[in-house]
């Protein structure tokens, strides 16, 4: 099975920031890479697929990187709304998420 | 609009059979996929497994000797089944579209019910 590690596990940024989440997969996953929002008390919500494409109205402050084994999630411009947890999530196969990063203020 | 809702026990004893539904409106499951995934407390997220707009299913390979999805399209419903439960079991479980944009590789879960609580104990 391909394991997602997802660093760091605990993030603390200020408003404003420019804040970046990794991904990295055992092996290759080429770019079958999405990155999901979660906040607390709710389901998950797609942000990003297929390593960079933007889910309809998801903020262009919002952007994903990446290909092979090591991917990015990069918030140019940190939001007090953007406190979650982000997941990523590979569908190369046997489909696995990573364990999280949470985000939180600083 | 696209909605789905998950329903069950809420309750179940240790080695008992969990059954939940989940309930789908606004799409026909003749042309859409609907995943499981669940969320124990406090931690990460697991895909459980998916059944395939053609009625074909793929599971989590962990836990795939005790699981089972099957739907009925009739009903816009999705059912999940998975025996022997342990404590660890205990999650929220969430339903959620498995959507193909187009015919390319972008695969994603796009809409997400909001979750029922399972809980494991005696």
Partial sequence: DIQMTQSPSLLSASVGDRVTLSCNASQNIYKYLNWYQQKLGEAPKLLIYYTYTLQTGIPSRFSGSGSGTDFTLTISSLQPEDVATYYCYQYNSGPTFGAGTKLELK | ?122
């Fill in chain 2, 1 to 122: 609009q696209v909605q789905l809702k998950e329903s069950g026990p809420g309750l179940v004893q240790p080695s008992q059979t969990l059954s939940l539904t989940c309930t789908v409106s606004g799409l026909s499951l003749t042309s859409n996929s609907v995943s499981w995934i669940r969320q124990p407390p406090g931690k990460g997220l697991e895909w459980m497994g998916v059944i395939w707009s053609n009625g074909g299913t793929d599971y989590n390979s962990a836990i795939k000797f005790r699981l089972s999805i099957s739907r009925d399209t009739s009903r816009s419903q999705v059912f999940l089944r998975m025996n022997s439960l342990q404590t660890e079991d205990t999650a929220m479980y969430f339903c959620a579209r498995y959507y193909r944009d187009g015919y390319g590789p972008n695969w994603y879960f796009d809409f997400w019910g909001p979750g029922t609580m399972v809980t494991v104990s005696s």
